[in-house]
């Protein structure tokens, strides 16, 4: 699992490719075929918290854009960021196969708030 940090601007869109490979004993890396995978993505205030903030598997938010290459999609629109009334959270990334799920990548999240408005 790796660690990573999104800063997302309100009111614009956020995007962002996540590639996932594996590394095999030897420290060779390969990716990791996510056919037949879902993937689910939450923003939380704390890792605790009951209360979901932003859910990107509701939203549509997140995907599996390339299967055999290992590549996940995050494409939250502007619409949504606008919406955020929050400036911290705390984020994972989960796949699953056949209820056998892996966290992929955890991080905290910051919203840097706007100031111009359409």
Known sequence: MSAYDIKIEQGATYLQTVNIVDMLP???EVVRDLTDY???CQFRPNYTSATVLYDMS???AISISSPQEGIIEINIP???TQEFKFTTAKYDIEIDLNGVVTRIIEGNVKVYPNVTRW
Do not use: C, E, K, Q
């Open 58 to 60: 509701v939203t549509g």
């Open 38 to 40: 879902t993937v689910r």
């Open 78 to 80: 502007s619409s949504d």
């Open 26 to 28: 030897n420290g060779t």
